[in-house]
T-cell receptor, first 112, second 117 residues
Framework: TQLLEQSPQFLSIQEGENLTVYCNSS?????LQWYRQEPGEGPVLLVT?????EVKKLKRLTFQFGDARKDSSLHITAAQPGDTGLYLC????????????FGQGTELSVKP | DVKVTQSSRYLVKRTGEKVFLECVQD?????MFWYRQDPGLGLRLIYF???????EKGDIPEGYSVSREKKERFSLILESASTNQTSMYLC????????????????FGPGTRLTVT
């Protein structure tokens, strides 16, 4: 059972366009993370959100945690070819220690 | 610079062979994890360990076992490799979960792409 549904699975856009990736669940998460993975490498953490309704910005990337802590979104403004990669959301369910549940991932391709 | 290393980047094994995947971290982290990554399925947890000699099953432990004899090393063992275990295997480590459910960053190795023929 996939507890975290990520959409879209694939996204191919032109440089300069905006995009949003969604991460949804019926479960409540105590905290949620977004990772980015480049080919041949392991995922690298972008951000951790903890509070319902929280918004964090990382340059052109904006992350939001839903008020009910069941969903999150990643918005990229004016995408660049360097943003190309696999984006993964991962959530921690209460009382599950350090264990994370990962979404299926969104494969983003930004063409110059 | 923090580091998680995996013993091989690419591995080709035959059906029925016993396979060892090694992972070493230099950050003195308590938690270590083994995932497999398949297209469209994201990362699925195989096993994790909170401490030396401690292990817990993840979501897909069938066909795998693990060993953690030292804090810095976590090994994944495929007792009898099968073709459906062809995948990318990722090791990660992290400090223990913090108060109020806050999770710390998981640091990943570069992965081992295992092909079982």
């Amino acid at each position: 059972t996939q507890l975290l549904e990520q959409s879209p699975q694939f996204l191919s856009i032109q440089e300069g366009e905006n995009l949003t990736v969604y991460c949804n669940s019926s479960s409540v998460f105590s905290s949620l993370q977004w990772y980015r993975q480049e080919p041949g490498e392991g995922p690298v953490l972008l951000v951790t959100v903890v509070t319902g309704g929280e918004v964090k910005k990382l340059k052109r990337l904006t992350f939001q945690f839903g008020d009910a802590r069941k969903d999150s979104s990643l918005h990229i403004t004016a995408a660049q070819p360097g943003d190309t990669g696999l984006y993964l959301c991962a959530g921690r369910i209460y009382n599950q220690g350090g264990k994370l549940i990962f979404g299926q991932g969104t494969e983003l391709s930004v063409k110059p | 610079d923090v580091k998680v290393t995996q013993s091989s980047r690419y591995l080709v094994k035959r059906t029925g062979e016993k396979v060892f995947l090694e992972c070493v971290q230099d950050m003195d982290h308590e938690n270590m994890f083994w995932y497999r990554q398949d297209p469209g399925l994201g990362l699925r947890l195989i096993y994790f360990s909170y401490d030396v000699k401690m292990k817990e099953k993840g979501d897909i432990p069938e066909g795998y076992s693990v060993s953690r004899e030292k804090k810095e090393r976590f090994s994944l063992i495929l007792e009898s490799a099968s073709t459906n275990q062809t995948s990318m295997y990722l090791c990660a480590s992290s400090p223990p979960a913090g108060l109020a459910g806050i999770i710390y960053e998981q640091y990943f190795g570069p992965g081992t792409r295992l092909t079982v023929t």
